[in-house]
DNA sequence: AATGAATGAGCTTTCATTCAT
DNA sequence: CATGAATGAAAGCTCATTCAT
C-alpha cells in the first residue's frame, strides 16, 4: 500500500472555497476568504489580522469597516461551515425519511464526508477553533452542531430498535461515525487519487458495518 | 441515547498526565505539565510563556534556564507523545506477531486508543500542534508517525491477503481506522460514563468490521 | 594654555542637527532626530527604541509605522551622513579640479573639517556605529566612504607627483590627515572658543605641513 | 597608492593583549581579556556578562565572584589603558626632560603612538567606553587623562616660548597631535603592512611639522 | 571558585484596535 | 471605503544580578 507521506500541517486542501451564495460580495467577502485560509493554516490566535489584510491587499484597519473584530471574522466563518453542515444533514435526512433506516444513515453519512471533502478548511476551522469564539458567538453554532449529532443519533436508535442495525453501544457509535467524517477534512485532497465521491461510499460503507447493517 | 452536551473545548478531559517515567524533575517537568494543559487548551500559539510560568510558579525568564525557547517546550512534548504512541503499538504488534491478522488489527486498535485515551491532552498536542513546530525540531517524531501508520498498514495488507479481511480500498481503511482512534482523545473523559477499556474493545471492533473480520 | 577639562562623553556638542532638506517631516524626522541624540550619546546598543520614543513623545510601538526597525533608523542616519560627508568632499574636490595639489588639499580637508563641525553627532554616529548595522544595510555607505578616502588619496598622489608634495609614506598620511578631521567631531563645541572656519582654516595648515607643501 | 578597503569594525586588530605584569592571574584574568575583546568589539552596552563567561569557559554567575559587577570589569580595563599610556608618557617626558622641546614632542607622540599599535582594544576601550562608566568609576582615569593632555600641552608651550616652534593656537594643535594618535588604534594591524616603529617615527614628524619645528 | 536556578526589569517587536482624514 | 498614524497591552526573549549549594 502507498501511504502518502504523512505532512504536518493542519490540513492538505489548498483552495479557501466557502459555500455557494454565502460568500459576501467584494472586499468582505475576500477578507472572509483569508481569514479562512489563515485559521485553517495556522489558527485562530496564530493568524494576525495584518496577515489577513496583507493577503486581501488592504490596510488592517479597513478591515474594521467590515468586521468588527478579528472573532467576528471567525464567527462567521463557523456560522457558515455549521449552517452548510446543518443544512446538508438536514437534507439528507429528510430525503430518506421513508427510508430503510440504513439507507438514511448511509446518506447521512455520504453528507457528512462530502461537506468535509468539498469544504476542507471550513470544516477544519469549524471544529477546530470554536474554542476561540466568545460565547455568545459560538452558541448559534453549537445549536446546529448538536442537531446534527442528533439527526445521526435518531437514525441508530431506529435502526437499533427495528432490528436493521445491531449496536453494542449507540453513543460510541456515534463518536465512531462521527469521528470518522471529522478527520477526512484534514487528509482530503487530490494527491490523495480519490474522489470525492469514493471517499463518501466508502466511508458509509464503514458506517453501516459499524452498526452491523445488511448491505 | 443520552447524548453529553457538546462542549465547544479542545480536550474535555482535564488531567494534564504524562506517561510514566518520562516527565523530568522539579521545575523543568512542571514546565512541561503546565505546557501540556495549556498547549492543549489553546493551542501552542494561544497559550503564552507567561501563562505557563504563571502555572509553574516561576519567573517567565526562569524558564528559559530550562528550555531553550518556547518552541522546544512544545518539541519535548511531542516528541513524548509521539515515542509513547509508537512504544505501545509496536508492543502491540510485537506481542501478536504470530497471531491472525485480526488480532493483530484488534490489538493495534487498542493499543492506539488506549494511548488516547489515557494521555488525552498529550495526544491533542501531538496530533494538533505538529505544525507550530521548527521542521528541525518535528523531523524525528515524523519518522515516528510514519512507522506507527506502516504498522496499521501492514497489518490491513496481511488480512487482506490472507483472507481474512475484505477490504475495497486499503487506504481509506487506514485513514478511518486510524482516524477513529484520533477522535478519541478529544472527548474521552469521565462525564463520559464509560471506562477506557470499554472504549478501546468497542473500538477495536469497529476496525474488525471496517475490513470484514469474521468476529 | 587652557585645556578645557576633558569631558567623559562621546559628543560635546548638544545640537542634533542634520543637513538641511534631508530630515523627513512630521513623526518621521523628529525620530531621526531623537536617534541621533541617543545613538551619539550612548551608542546603539545603549539606546532603547523606547527612549527614542520617549523622547519624541510617542508610543514605541509608533516608531514601528515610521521605520522597520531599530537598525533601520540608524541605517538612515549612517547614509545622511554619508551622503553629507560625500557630497561635501566631492563638490570641494570638484571645485579645485584645476587648482594646485595644494590648495585642493586644503579644500578637502577644509570641508572635512566642517562637515565634523556642522555635524558633529551625525559625525560620531556615523563614523562609530557602522559595525553595528546589518552588512546589507551598511554597503551603501562602505561604498561612499571608499570614495571619499580616495579623493584624499589621489590629492596626495598628484601633489606628490607634481614635487609640491614631500611625503614620505603617503598611506600614513592619508590615515593621519583623515583621521585629524574624524576626531573634530568629539571635542567641537561652543565651549571651545573657536569657530568652525578657525578650525578648519588651522587644520587645513596642518595637513599642508604633513606633506611638506609650501605655504 | 593601495589603500585598504575599509571596515566596518571598530577594531582591526585581533590579540586582546594586556600590557605585561598587569594581567591578574587564573581566571579573573580571562575575564579580563574576554571583556577586552568584547567590548572593543561591540561596546560596552553591546556586550553581555553571559558573552564574556562563554568567552572565558565560565558560568555568568561565576564573574561575580571575581567582579562586583560588569561595569567593574569594564573599570579595571580603563583603569589598566590610562595608567600604561601615563606611564609610557611620564616616562618619555621624564627621559628627555633636558632635551630639546622638539625632541621632547617626538618622544611623546612615539609613545602615545606606540600605545595604540601596542594595544589598540585596550585604547579603543579606554578612550571610548568611558562614558559607559559610572562617574566614581572614571575620576581615577580622567585624572590621568588630564596629566598626559598636559604633558603634551606643556611642551608645546615651552617650544613655543624658546622659539623652537611656531604654533598659531597651541590649543588647536594639541587636539590635531592628540588625535592622530587616538584614531592609530582603530586601524593599526597586520594587514597595513607598517612596523609599529615605522608608525611612530612617522606620526612624530607629522607632529614636528604640525608646530613648524626644525627637523 | 564555581554552579544552576531564579528573578525583576527591560529588551525589540507585534498584537488587535481606534481615530482623524 | 480606505488609509496612515497612533496606542496600550502583550508577545518571546535577554539582561545583569543574586543566592543557596
Redesign the pocket.
Known sequence: MDLPAWEPRRVVAMAADLPDGVTPP???GRILEAGLELFAESGF?G???????GMV????????????????VLAELVRIGHEEMWARLTEAAARTRDDSAARQLAALVRAHVLVHTDYPLLAVVTNGELHALDPELAAPSLRLRDECRHLLAEVLERGAKNGEFSVDDPLLAVTAIGGLGVQVAHWFGPALGRTREQVADQYARFALRIVNADQ
Not at 493568524?47 to 489584510?53: L, M, P
Not at 491587499?57 to 467576528?72: D, E, F, Q, R, V
Open positions: 467584494g472586499t468582505r490566535a493568524a494576525s489580522i495584518r496577515q489577513i489584510a491587499g488592504i490596510n488592517s484597519a479597513t478591515l474594521y469597516a467590515h468586521y468588527p473584530s478579528k472573532g467576528h
